[in-house]
C-alpha cells in the first residue's frame, strides 16, 4: 500500500493533476491541526477527543487516496476506543504523517 496514491488522487479528479494538488492543499492544513489536537488529546489522555480527531483525519486521509496514514488513525482510533496502548500505537501514526508529509510538500 502506498503512502500515497497520486495516480489514484488524479483519477478520481477526472484525470487532472491540477485539481488533484488542489485538493492537497486544501487538506494539508486541516490534517497538520488534526495531528497537532491528537498529540494534545494523548498527553492529557483525553480519549475520547483523539478517538474523534483520529476518525475525522482518517475519512479524510482516504479520501485524498492517503490509505496508510487512513489505516493508521484507524488504529489509533480503535486503540482510543480500548485505552490500548496508544502510546504505541501513536508511535506509528506519527511515523505515517511524516512519510505523507514528505510526499504532499514534493507535490505542492
Not at 71 to 78: I, T
Amino acid at each position: 500500500m502506498q503512502v500515497l496514491d497520486f495516480a489514484a488522487l488524479m483519477e478520481l479528479m477526472g484525470g487532472s493533476e491540477d485539481v488533484a494538488k488542489q485538493l492537497l492543499a486544501s487538506y494539508w492544513p486541516d490534517a497538520q491541526r488534526l495531528h497537532a489536537s491528537i498529540q494534545q488529546h494523548a498527553e492529557s489522555k483525553d480519549l475520547d477527543a483523539l478517538k474523534k480527531d483520529a476518525h475525522t483525519l482518517k475519512g479524510s486521509s482516504r479520501m485524498i487516496k492517503a490509505e496508510r496514514l487512513g489505516e493508521a488513525c484507524f488504529a489509533l482510533e480503535l486503540a482510543a476506543k480500548q485505552d490500548d496502548q496508544v502510546a504505541d500505537v501513536l508511535k506509528n501514526f506519527n511515523a505515517e504523517f511524516e512519510e505523507l508529509q514528505q510526499l504532499i510538500q514534493q507535490k505542492l
